[in-house]
């Protein structure tokens, strides 16, 4: 990393800590996903995750793998060149991940006793495999997908928002995903362990811990814009 980008993302991690209230409530005021289905289709499929008492069950519930491909498809996943595996291999493919994802299961990105350096080593192993679009930038569909299914844990990524506020450019996304993952979750849970996620969640696209750290990542980036 150079030290102009590193300082950029230093400052970013800082004051969006310092700012966390205002960045969640600056997203909250004027979300800018309103494409028909987005929310309603996010909802839904973390409010059936939330119906099970594991993520094995979940996957053994076809209802819920088709929300799930819902809501990818309502987030853009399968257009602007990711292609979206047919729903048949797209199931097929996450539960042959069911073993590595039972073994994230009811892991927090706040937990102050998490193992960080074992935990992103098993999410860049699944992220790596899991094997449900046909094309080589698999972080952003495959960080997608998890949130869902992890939602405690996963944190959805895309270049828009993470990218900028981490400095991504595109050739990052492109051909270093691994650093790009690796980074980003550590700083990620930084930030989580820095303020109270818990107190944001219940309202609106408030989901989870981790879609309220995405939230306010939004809202800094939206701020960012605001005031250039």
């Known amino acids: 990393m150079s030290t102009s980008r590193a300082h950029r993302v230093n400052r970013n991690v800082a004051t969006l800590i310092e700012r966390f209230d205002e960045c969640v409530e600056r997203f909250s005021s004027r979300p800018p996903f309103g494409k028909p289905g987005q929310f309603e289709s996010h909802r839904d499929t973390i409010a059936t995750r939330r119906s099970f008492d594991s993520a094995a069950q979940a996957l053994d519930d076809d209802s819920f793998l088709r929300s799930l491909y819902r809501t990818l498809s309502a987030w853009g996943i399968g257009s602007r060149g990711s292609v979206l595996t047919a729903y048949p291999g797209f199931s097929g493919a996450i539960r042959s991940n069911s073993e590595r994802i039972a073994a994230l299961d009811g892991i927090r990105i706040d937990d102050p006793q998490l193992n960080s350096f074992a935990v992103t080593a098993k999410l860049w192993k699944l992220t790596s495999s899991l094997g449900i679009v046909r094309n080589d930038a698999i972080l952003v569909p495959c960080s997608k997908a998890l949130h869902h299914i992890l939602p405690e844990l ?32 550590r700083n990620l849970r930084h930030i989580a362990t820095s303020v109270d996620l818990d107190q944001y969640v219940g309202s609106g696209w408030h989901t989870s811990r981790t879609k309220v750290l995405d939230n306010a990542i939004v809202g800094f980036i939206l701020l960012e814009d605001e005031t250039a």
Do not use: C, L, M, N
Not at 166 to 177: K, W
């Open 154 to 185: 996963v944190v959805p990524i895309d270049r828009a928002y993470t990218g900028e506020f981490f400095s991504f450019h595109r050739p990052y996304f492109q051909y270093r995903q691994e650093k790009i993952f690796r980074e980003a979750f």
